[in-house]
């Protein structure tokens, strides 16, 4: 009797973290370049009642075990990294990762991580995220004047 209590409590607790996840996935669904969620679950252990037999010599066949599950448990919160819908927003500032990849943008000595886009000059004329005021980093030395081209 116990036994089925426990799992059964171990299925609710994690049919409530699924509910977090979707509650979570629904209230961003409109945030830029939110990336969805699922759960993924795993079984706890099982208690073998009656343990798998080979066929007699000469017959075919054989008895499968019988195992009672004890439940199951959260294994992973695992993200969703495909590509979303590209969209011409008409602002040159605007920017968006085709594929894999992120955007870096700092502020002081912290490196910030994101898919979100909608960058602006700052009053340094630097390319800046508005919501934040991070910096957006950039590699080499593209943009850069050469003393040739203005």
Do not use: C, W
């Amino acid at each position: 009797m116990a036994n089925s209590l426990l799992t059964g409590i171990s299925g609710l607790r994690g049919h409530q973290k699924m509910l977090e996840v979707v509650g979570n996935n629904l209230a961003n669904l409109n945030t830029t370049s939110f990336k969805s969620s699922r759960v993924l679950f795993s079984d706890l252990m099982y208690e073998v009642q009656r343990g798998a037999s080979s066929s007699s010599t000469g017959l075919l066949g054989s008895v499968n075990a019988v195992q009672i599950g004890t439940g199951s448990r959260l294994s992973q919160v695992d993200m969703n990294f495909q590509q979303g819908n590209l969209e011409a927003s008409g602002k040159p500032t605007d920017l968006a990762v085709d594929g894999s990849g992120f955007f870096v943008t700092k502020a002081g000595n912290n490196t910030f991580y994101t898919r979100a886009g909608a960058f602006s000059l700052d009053e340094n004329g630097y390319l800046a995220d508005p919501s934040t005021g991070n910096i957006v980093q950039r590699f080499g030395t593209l943009g850069d004047p050469d003393g040739v081209n203005p």
